[in-house]
């Protein structure tokens, strides 16, 4: 049973535009959370990440927002560019305390910047 | 820094062969980790090493076993490859302090015939 869950497989965004990438997840112990983004042929790199005692992370055009009550969180990128067109993830610990057991993550969703 | 390295980048084997993904990070991380990843998949956990001298089954350990060999290198064996195997693995590996990222390597992609 997932418990981090990414429902839209791709999104297609104009350059320039925000782009917003979406998560939810069914775990209500999850303390913290991760984005990664993932060129094809390369490994997963770490984007931003968010306390759950927090619900807003901003890191120059990355923003993540937290929803608690909704179990919900959204990326958002702004203004996008070319080299955004990436798979992104959503991850959490797969248990609370800090994360020494591992990430559980959605399924991605992938980001297509168009000039 | 290379970070995180990972051989062989390719592989392909036949249904029954045994061998050996390595991994091995420069970052004196603590801790270190195993996936899979399948097409329209996540990243799934197979196993983990919390710290040197210690290894837990992750999500998926079924086919697998691994070996910390010391704090840098961790590494994955199939003693016995099944086509249900084929896919992309990486390693990655974080501190241990907690609400650190990993870090992961390039990935190896495995195709079990």
């Known amino acids: 049973d997932q418990q981090v869950k990414q429902n839209s497989p791709s999104l297609s965004v104009q350059e320039g535009r925000i782009s917003i990438l979406n998560c939810d997840y069914t775990n209500s112990m999850f303390d913290y959370f991760l984005w990664y983004k993932k060129y094809p042929a390369e490994g997963p790199t770490f984007l931003i990440s968010?306390?759950?005692?927090?619900d807003k992370n901003e890191d120059g055009r990355f923003t993540v927002f937290l929803n608690k009550s909704a179990k919900h969180l959204s990326l958002h990128i702004v203004p996008s560019q070319p080299g955004d067109s990436a798979v992104y993830f959503c991850?959490?610990?797969?248990?609370?305390?800090?994360?020494?057991?591992?990430?559980?993550f959605g399924k991605g969703t992938h980001l297509i910047i168009q000039p | 820094n290379a970070g995180v390295t990972q051989t062989p980048k390719f592989q392909v084997l036949k249904t029954g062969q045994s061998m050996t993904l390595q991994c091995a990070q420069d970052?004196?991380?603590?801790?270190m980790y195993w996936y899979r990843q399948d097409p329209g998949m996540g990243l799934r956990l197979i196993y983990y090493s919390a710290s040197e001298g210690t290894t837990d089954k992750g999500e998926v350990p079924n086919g697998y076993n691994v070996s910390r060999l010391n704090k840098r290198e961790f590494s994955l064996r199939l003693e016995s490859a099944a086509p249900s195997q084929t896919s992309v693995y990486f390693c990655a590996s974080r501190w241990l302090s907690p609400y650190n990222e990993q870090f992961f390597g390039p990935g190896t992609r495995l195709t079990v015939l």
């Open positions: 968010i306390s759950s005692i927090k």
């Open positions: 991850a959490a610990p797969r248990s609370s305390g800090g994360g020494a057991d591992g990430l559980t």
């Open positions: 970052m004196n991380h603590n801790s």
